[in-house]
């Protein structure tokens, strides 16, 4: 049985054009989690500034966790809105309405005059975020080429130190060059509007998902974006219809088992109740590991260790965010080798460890002004991120995305930003608080829930590496589902070996047909390359099969797969400039096919 190993390209993607392509573009949208991590650093760096406290009168408690927590007000206003503009418009249009709306809202916080301006500014721009990160990683997952899918979608979330970094080191460049101008922290907010605009842009210009396409009935689209940008514009490629076919499969298995889809559809089937108690999960362990005590409070946690001067604070602020980037990205790259679950359940264990001797280390500098004490608290910093960006940085977005089937991945994906988004307001309401009242003492809290984290991850966490997106998604529906899917992706390709030999055969010797030059030839594909057009001589049609599962009930209504001859000729409605479907209320499914009655 042919599997996504037999059908995929694997020399070296750079010698692909279609992966040339189609990465450049996936890189600008990784963007999009560098505006949310510039913006989510950037009131930690305006903290620093005196500027920032002159004109805002030195905010502190409940008014810098307003401060603080407006940015996601404006994203749980936006939150359950934001899947239907993804489902509904499309993932680009999603992604390019958020950031626009981030300019809008960026502008108003850099002329904020009062601390309610500043907060109405940045709700408008938590908006935008919500809208973008809702759209940018589903675009991701559902149009990286397969083999590099769990790398990129965990590259995605590495992409919020980047911006982190940029906002940490801008904020350090003003306080040493702006001192005593009110432009000190205005820079600052102003630079976000950049990245925003560019990634607004460029993604109007890119491929739209093909997921979302056959989804919408626009098969003849998605052919041609797979064949494009996956097989190097060869539109009979086995991986093309591998993929056509899993897709098609999936979204008929979904629509077998939700007739119709919304928010309550994440808990009606015993699969989605498996796949959301992760999601959940994750969501909030990624804000209540520990994390947020520093990302969002470095400035009174380091005042309790004893680092008084600013300028020590900030440059301890970019210290550890290149640090981190370092660390996420590096995992990143290894979760198709490593997998999921070890780098989870490594993770959690190295924060109960350190969290075990931060919690002694800051109890000694507190109660007994030890010194070495404090200077271990602050090395101990770097290492708490090795394990908290293990997993929770590259891996809290690439894995929900994943483990959610097409129909409910936008509305399950709010879920994570919804679960995130209340871990986040809470943890800037009560961190302070918390820290005021119990000082060291709130760590020990802390490690008790660090120690329930672990012991979660490894009792829930289900192991996906290796999967295409339909066969991760089909994990949680039992055996039968993730069988019927993989035998399509299976007859799909080799019905498509098929027809490449079958043509071959009638083009005279190998050596006449065979493309030396032809980059996208590597190792472990068929190296059978031919430049005349197949479709001369009379052949069957082979179309992209269903399982027996979906072949027992009617396709009534529902556009069926293509065959080769239909997208081959124009004439019979499917050719490349056609964007149309072929529907026929009549058709049936056989056993193999779909076929023409």
Request: net charge neutral; hydrophobic share 45%.
């Amino acid at each position: 049985m042919e599997t996504i190993a037999d059908v995929i390209y694997t020399g070296p993607w750079w010698r692909n054009k279609g992966l040339r392509t189609l990465n450049l573009f996936i890189i600008f949208v990784e963007l999009a989690s560098a505006i949310n991590g510039y913006d989510s650093s950037v009131l930690n760096g305006l903290q620093i500034l005196p500027e920032f406290k002159k004109h805002f009168n030195s905010p502190d408690g409940s008014t810098l966790g307003f401060m603080s927590a407006s940015q996601n007000f404006g994203g749980l206003v936006m939150l359950p809105i934001a899947p239907y503009i993804s489902d509904g418009f499309g993932r680009n249009r999603a992604l390019t309405l958020g950031c626009f709306t981030i300019i809008g809202g960026v502008i108003l916080q850099a002329l904020a005059t009062t601390v309610g301006h500043f907060i109405a500014s940045r709700c408008i721009v938590g908006v935008g975020i919500c809208l973008i990160q809702n759209a940018a990683p589903v675009l991701i997952a559902e149009l990286a080429y397969p083999t590099q899918r769990g790398t990129l979608t965990a590259l995605y979330n590495t992409m919020w130190y980047f911006g982190s970094i940029i906002s940490a080191w801008v904020c350090y460049a003003t306080l040493r060059t702006l001192p005593g101008s009110i432009w000190e922290w205005r820079i600052p907010c102003l630079l976000q509007a950049a990245p925003a605009l560019l990634v607004g842009i460029i993604v109007l210009f890119m491929p739209n998902s093909p997921r979302w396409l056959v989804a919408k009935g626009r098969d003849a689209e998605a052919i041609a974006i797979l064949s494009k940008y996956h097989a190097n514009g060869r539109e009979r490629d086995p991986l093309v219809y591998f993929t056509y076919g899993q897709i098609r499969e999936a979204l008929a298995i979904e629509r077998e088992i939700n007739q119709t889809t919304s928010y309550l559809t994440l808990f009606k089937t015993p699969g989605n109740l498996r796949r959301m108690r992760i999601v959940f999960a994750l969501g909030f362990f990624s804000q209540w590991s520990g994390n947020g005590l520093i990302s969002f409070y470095l400035d009174p946690v380091l005042e309790n260790v004893g680092v008084t001067v600013p300028s020590t604070r900030a440059l301890i602020n970019g210290g550890i965010q290149i640090w981190c980037l370092f660390v996420a990205v590096t995992a990143a790259l290894l979760v198709e080798r490593i997998g999921r679950r070890p780098l989870f359940l490594m993770s959690n264990a190295g924060m109960v460890v350190v969290f075990v001797f931060w919690t002694l280390t800051t109890a000694l500098w507190t109660t007994k002004q030890n010194q070495p004490a404090a200077n271990a608290s602050i090395a101990l910093m770097p290492i708490y991120f090795l394990a908290y960006s293990i997993a929770y940085t590259p891996m809290l977005i690439s894995y929900t995305v994943e483990i959610l089937p097409y129909n409910i991945r936008a509305r399950g994906f709010s879920m994570v930003h919804l679960t995130i988004g209340i871990g986040i307001t809470t943890n800037q309401f009560v961190n302070p608080i918390a820290l005021k009242a119990l000082e060291w003492k709130l760590y020990i809290v802390y490690c008790c829930w660090l120690v329930f984290e672990l012991v979660y991850i490894f009792l829930y966490l289900v192991e996906t590496k290796g999967k295409t997106l339909e066969e991760t998604a089909a994990l949680f529906d039992g055996k039968e589902v993730l069988q019927n899917i993989e035998n399509v992706g299976n007859e799909a390709a080799h019905q498509t070996r098929r027809r490449y030999r079958a043509s071959l055969s009638n083009l005279g010797p190998v050596g006449d047909d065979y493309d030396e030059d032809d980059e996208s030839c590597g190792d472990g594909r068929s190296r059978i390359r031919r430049r005349a057009v197949v479709g001369e001589e009379e052949e069957e049609d082979i179309d992209v099969p269903l399982s027996r599962r979906t072949s027992s009930r009617s396709m009534s209504g529902m556009a069926r797969p293509l065959s080769f001859s239909e997208y081959d000729d124009p004439e019979k409605g499917l050719g490349r400039k056609h964007d149309g479907l072929v529907t026929d209320s009549k058709e049936s499914v056989d056993d193999k096919s779909i076929t023409k009655q």
